[in-house]
């Protein structure tokens, strides 16, 4: 019996990648580093730590990672009206909760800056647990934050179920002997690459959540 569902953030309720992107060029054309052609080859550089995706960019030296946090924050900030959730997200919320399943986040993202948006798009009626960066010791692919989701939700993780959208996703799950892991198709990383890690399903949209848990 499926008693709890976790999701990933980024990618997985909110749409963020073409904003990342932005924030991003501007991040990179500032401390002078090289920007990827596209969304999709932003993507391709991180397998979802904001300090993996830095050093991949050239992002290295303390003082470099100084400036880049504080620019981040900075449009963040600015650009938090223009992301949106993916459609179909509130509806599956609801239909969790309506079923008596309990739902947390599980994110790699800074707490402030995610909570800066479960307060814009008005989730935390629908939310049980949100963690994130700073939350616990290490974060995805390591299982830390889905074990303290669970000792929060009192929940075993043969009851529990995650959704997302990057491979570190799938590995967290695994890694946390969770029930299920489902990959979503349209958030960060693609189908092919999520494919080689074999999760239990992968889907093209959040609707076909229900249809899987």
Known sequence: ??????????????????????IYSEITKKLEKRM??????????????W????????????KEIRQATKIYHELFGRFRNDFRLFPGVVDVLSSLKENGIKTGII????????LMLVDKFNLSGYLDAVVAHGDTENVKPEPDQIHLCLEKLAVKPEHAVFVGDMTNDIKAAR??????????????????QLEKLKPDAIIDSPEEILENV
């Open 36 to 49: 990827p052609a596209s969304p999709e080859e932003l993507a391709k550089l991180t397998d979802g730590k």
């Open 107 to 114: 994110s790699n993202c800074e707490k402030p800056l995610m």
């Open 175 to 192: 890694n946390a002997k969770l029930r299920k892991v489902i990959a979503v198709t349209y958030g960060w990383h693609t189908r092919k």
């Open 1 to 22: 019996m499926i008693k709890l569902v976790m999701f990933d953030w980024d990618g997985t309720l909110v749409d963020g990648l073409s904003i990342n992107y932005r």
């Open 51 to 62: 300090e993996e995706l830095y050093y991949n960019l050239g992002i290295r030296t303390k």
